[in-house]
T-cell receptor, first 112, second 114 residues
Framework: QQQVKQSPQSLIVQKGGISIINCAYENTAFDYFPWYQQFPGKGPALLIAIRPDVSEKKEGRFTISFNKSAKQFSLHIMDSQPGDSATYFCAASYYVGGKLIFGQGTELSVKP | DAGVIQSPRHEVTEMGQEVTLRCKPISGHNSLFWYRQTMMRGLELLIYFNNNVPIDDSGMPEDRFSAKMPNASFSTLKIQPSEPRDSAVYFC????????????FGSGTRLTVV
């Protein structure tokens, strides 16, 4: 019940295309859903996060869509660029003493 | 701020040796987390501290692993004795608290046990 399941494992997108990564969770106590971006040789870095009281959050080319009833959330990268090539992790936690539980990661490659 | 600082960046050691990984969190952050990253298991939380006190060590694989946080600016993760299956990248992260705060990760320590 603590798991966060992420798909796909890897994704290849052409420059200018839309990248979509999906995550699903079981624990309804989760109430914070961040996405992290990791470049080779670096630690993950917070990209964008959402609370379940909204269905969508947008920051620049990055959008989180959240479906509370389905217990799913996704990251959309619009106008994908080669510089977006990285591994993306979804995560979830709950407020009181919550620790972040990470998905397995998606390796995104944006081809020029 | 220099961010979360981990040392060493790379460590190669022989099986059976003791390994100590070090972490300096961001000043003012009161929560510290140790994660291990492998291809097979992804990012696994090993242990986390709040105000220097260990809160949850359920992710520590076995008694060979131990972690300490003697003060707000320093933490160690020790493996003794090390085994080849401990080879991974170990990340330290800090945050203003648990729950709804973003974590800031260090650049990690790549450990290879031969």
């Amino acid at each position: 019940q603590q798991q966060v399941k992420q798909s796909p494992q890897s994704l290849i997108v052409q420059k200018g295309g839309i990248s979509i990564i999906n995550c699903a969770y079981e624990n309804t106590a989760f109430d914070y859903f961040p996405w992290y971006q990791q470049f080779p040789g670096k630690g993950p870095a917070l990209l964008i996060a959402i609370r379940p009281d909204v269905s969508e959050k947008k920051e620049g080319r990055f959008t989180i869509s959240f479906n509370k009833s389905a217990k799913q959330f996704s990251l959309h990268i619009m106008d994908s660029q080669p510089g977006d090539s990285a591994t993306y992790f979804c995560a979830a936690s709950y407020y009181v003493g919550g620790k972040l539980i990470f998905g397995q990661g998606t390796e995104l490659s944006v081809k020029p | 701020d220099a961010g979360v600082i981990q040392s060493p960046r790379h460590e190669v050691t022989e099986m059976g040796q003791e390994v100590t990984l070090r972490c300096k969190p961001i000043s003012g952050h009161n929560s510290l987390f140790w994660y291990r990253q492998t291809m097979m298991r992804g990012l696994e939380l090993l242990i986390y501290f709040n105000n220097n006190v260990p809160i949850d060590d359920s992710g520590m694989p076995e008694d060979r692993f131990s972690a300490k946080m003697p003060n707000a600016s320093f933490s160690t993760l020790k493996i003794q004795p090390s085994e080849p299956r401990d080879s991974a990248v170990y990340f330290c992260a800090s945050s203003l608290g648990t729950g709804h705060y973003g974590y800031t990760f260090g650049s990690g320590t790549r450990l290879t046990v031969v």
